[in-house]
């Protein structure tokens, strides 16, 4: 079976990689006001250059920045476009892992002004990601977070009434942020957007649908509108750009918030979501069976996320070839490929698992896509 040769390739990443210890230390310097912002951006320079000499080695065609230079893999963007800004209150997130739950109170947003886009968000990052790949034969990939995560936290109650009393003049305005957004990434030269979202693999949640419903919101048909404004969204994206999206139920400290397999959204997920390709989690029972696959039509691609970032353990290569078997009952092998089910470092803190155990799964991703499709 043929290479792809556009993304995304059978073997591929979703992007966040492990920090190194220089760049938290780094980072600790500039929080206690001992290296300043350039210092600060050198230091993440010389991990950049690290991160995609890494990845090109294994034998990866994308590369990413690792996201090395935001401390989440969302709100480094959200705060960046015009109208939203930090709330005061915090968000009280529970994951949950094999030993038990763990908390997170990240701050909130709020929506307290028209939403618009000032600059091109990650715009000198996508850059020197681009230039540090030049000559690797590898293909820049730029994660951002979707639509969807500017709302699916606070919904109709984060936004300024007096800003929007209408919350479709709020999506409207969203989805033409969102629109600049990627036609500046493409003047810049970026061929390969990635819109992670949480929203879509949550709603496949009973207890989140039941959370949402009880603050009075439409839990039935929340994934329909989320669909609906990625699609404005990308409607007028660049012709060389492809526009995938990750979604997930959480990844923190190797901690996730929701389980349910994707039968929910499947339908409207798959059958109207005008993106090129969708990386889903598929590392545990969590996620489901394959079943819901069905629903993808031809031409779109589906990246099997089969090795878990959550534990250093390594799997089994033969196992992984049996469940992308399994997988190609619902959808043609030919669509399919394979990665690592989410980033190694959704936040700066990341999962547990060290830097060689990092790079053996991105190996293994590598060498079992070779030997299923050649």
């Known amino acids: 079976m043929a290479r792809r040769l556009e993304p995304p390739f059978r ?18 310097q500039a929080a206690r006001g001992e290296l300043d912002a350039a210092g600060l951006r050198a230091a993440e320079d010389v991990a950049v250059r690290d991160a995609v000499a890494l990845q090109s080695e294994t034998g990866l065609q994308t590369v990413t920045d690792g996201e090395f230079r935001r401390s989440t893999w969302h709100m480094d963007f959200i705060y960046r476009l015009a109208g939203v800004s930090r709330a005061q209150e915090t968000l009280h997130v529970t994951f949950h892992n094999e030993a038990g739950d763990l908390d997170w109170a990240p701050a909130a947003l709020k929506v307290d002004g028209r939403i618009g886009l000032r600059e091109t968000i990650f715009g000198d990052d996508f850059t020197f990601l ?50 600049a957004e990627l036609a500046g990434l493409g003047e810049l030269g970026c061929t390969h957007v990635q819109l992670d979202d949480t929203s879509l693999a949550y709603l496949n949640d009973p207890a989140q649908r039941e959370a949402l419903q009880g603050q009075g919101r439409d839990a ?19 012709a060389s750009m492809r526009v995938t999206t ?17 039968d929910f959204v499947a339908e409207v997920l798959f059958g109207e979501l005008a993106v090129d390709g969708y990386f889903l989690e598929f590392d545990d029972e969590r996620s489901g069976g394959f079943e819901p696959l069905r629903f993808v039509p031809p031409g779109k691609t589906v990246v099997l996320g089969l090795v878990t970032t959550k534990r250093g353990a390594l799997e089994d290569k033969d196992a992984l070839k049996r469940r992308i078997d399994e997988a190609a009952r619902y959808v043609p092998l030919e669509q399919l490929c394979l990665s690592p089910q989410c980033g190694f470092s959704s936040t700066v803190e990341g999962n547990s698992l060290t830097a060689e155990e990092q790079r053996a799964k991105l190996r293994l991703v590598v060498e079992t896509a070779a030997e299923v499709w050649g």
């Not at 039935?220 to 660049?238: L, T």
């Not at 990750?246 to 994707?262: K, M």
């Open 11 to 28: 073997a591929d990443h979703v992007g966040s990689l492990l920090r190194p210890a220089a760049l938290l230390e780094a980072r600790e």
């Open 130 to 179: 681009r230039d540090a790949a030049e000559g690797t034969g590898t293909t820049p990939k730029l994660t951002i977070p979707s639509p969807s995560m500017v709302h699916y936290r606070g919904g109709r109650a984060a936004l300024d009434p007096a800003v929007y009393p209408d919350e479709g003049e709020f999506w409207d305005d969203l989805s033409r942020a969102y629109a």
């Open 220 to 238: 039935a048909h929340q994934h329909e509108r989320y669909v609906r404004q990625m699609n404005a969204a990308i409607a007028d994206r660049p």
């Open 246 to 262: 990750h979604l997930c139920r959480g990844n923190f400290r190797s901690s996730w918030v929701a389980s349910g397999g994707y």
